[in-house]
């Protein structure tokens, strides 16, 4: 208690600072899961699409990251062992954020998109085990993560393949794509309405205090989808396309309208990405400012200070503009060849699997599943599509995020721990 009534002020410029790290790292990595499909299937330049997702990612960090978080994030540890230490709570959080951090930054320069919710879960698990034991740790819920490291890319995969192979066979293995275009695409774009209203109302929307029932978020995308298709639908009967032009210009308008089609998905997707996983690193910051606050206590839920919001978001911005770009590249190019059509297929699966997710509770990477879609449309081609080079290399660090993660978060904590001279309350001790 003696260390947060010392520093506290000096552990919440360093809780702001590593916030901002980690923050800067979800921008480098994990925004390419909004971003990526767009870029592989040239519906947008690299320039482009860093430029939409700042907006759109700032937007939803800002705008719908939440007044209130929770202090411990997926709640995959017990706050109550820390009551009496809430000092090591502190050191531990801000070791968290280091840690979690600067993993991401390695695996984006490394072009590996990993999941930044379980980057900072690993380092929040690792730290709490040398600080109070395994008691603190939520099994169940760690369980929980490693089982969706294979049903997350499963799901998304399959939906992902289900979405392409229905554009081929009603689309394009057709006599008359452009003709069948006019009359499907519509539909696809009334589909792609309904998700992403629902994955802006259950992932942005909530945080701005408009927390719809399932029955009216339901209603409102359902609104949304026949506006969307009905929009479509004029703008696609106004096209001046030759009829008479060969299939291979056929296939490229084609390919231009599903292109439009997935910039906007594309940014729905950023706003919800940002609007979410920002918490990933204000929660901890979050919990950091409350607990020296309170002079030591611990609440569940954190009040949010006014600047804490635009420092993640900023951050996001950041290492997105900096660093975005080679994972970008690796889930855009490097999986596997993408058109729009294709593109937006996967885009669609990834938002479909986050709106399951979100219905069912189900513990869930945006990275995961965004990989899992871009496979899955490569699968429908056959496995000579894919690189399977990168797609090892991409479940090596997925595997290895969690206890990097715990180790570099072990060290961090140690040396936090001896430089404020914080009191040792160990339940386990490293060999």
């Known amino acids: 208690m003696d260390i947060i009534a010392s520093y506290g002020t000096v552990l919440i410029l360093i809780a702001a600072a590593v916030g901002f790290f980690m923050a800067y790292g979800i921008g480098a990595n994990d ?48 706050a109550a062992p820390f009551a009496d230490i809430p000092e090591l709570m502190v050191l531990g959080m801000i070791s968290s954020l280091f840690a979690a951090g600067a993993w991401l930054l390695m695996a984006s320069f490394l072009g590996w998109p990993v999941s930044t919710t379980h980057s900072i879960i690993g380092a929040i698990i690792g730290f709490a085990l040398v600080a109070v034991g395994t008691e603190a740790i939520q099994w169940d819920k760690v369980g929980g993560i490693v089982g969706s490291w294979i049903i997350t890319p499963a799901i998304s995969g399959f939906i992902a393949y289900l979405i392409f192979m229905s554009a081929q066979k009603l689309i394009f293995n057709t006599d008359a794509p452009l003709k069948n275009a006019k009359r499907y695409v519509p ?56 009829p008479k032009a060969d ?58 200070a006014w600047w804490i919001l635009p420092l993640g978001g900023f951050g996001i911005v950041a290492g997105l503009a900096i660093l975005g770009k080679k994972v970008i590249k690796t889930i855009g190019e490097g999986i596997t060849h993408l058109t729009p059509s294709r593109g937006f297929a996967a885009e669609l699966a990834a938002a479909s699997t986050v709106v399951i997710a979100s219905g069912t509770g189900m513990p869930i990477s945006t990275t995961q599943t965004l990989v ?40 961090i904590f140690y040396v936090l721990r001896t430089a404020f001279g914080a009191v040792s309350y160990t339940h386990l001790t490293l060999p």
């Open 187 to 242: 539909l696809y774009m009334g589909l792609a309405g309904f998700i992403m209203a629902l994955v802006t109302i259950k992932k942005g929307l909530k945080h701005v205090g408009i927390d719809l029932g399932s029955a009216e978020g339901y209603a409102l995308s359902v609104g949304v989808a026949i506006v969307v298709a009905v929009i479509g639908k004029i703008a696609i009967s106004r096209l001046n396309i030759d």
């Open 31 to 78: 925004v390419a899961n909004a971003m990526g499909t767009s870029v592989g299937s040239k519906a947008l330049t690299i320039k482009q699409a860093i430029f939409i997702a700042m907006i759109f990612e700032f937007a939803g960090a800002y705008l719908a990251g939440g007044e209130v978080t929770s202090t411990i994030r997926k709640g995959i540890i017990d």
């Open 247 to 304: 299939k291979q210009m056929q296939f490229n308008n084609v390919e231009k309208v599903f292109a439009v089609l997935m910039v906007l998905t594309a940014c729905c997707m950023a706003f919800a990405h940002g609007s979410n996983d920002v918490a990933n690193a204000i929660g901890p910051l979050a919990a950091v400012v409350n607990i020296v606050e309170n002079n030591g206590e611990i609440a569940k839920k954190a009040a949010i």
């Open 372 to 411: 899992g879609a871009v496979l899955g449309v490569g699968m429908a081609r056959g496995i000579g599509a894919l690189n399977m080079g990168v797609i090892r290399n991409i479940v090596v660090s997925w595997v290895i995020t969690l206890p990097v993660g715990a180790a570099l978060a072990i060290v």
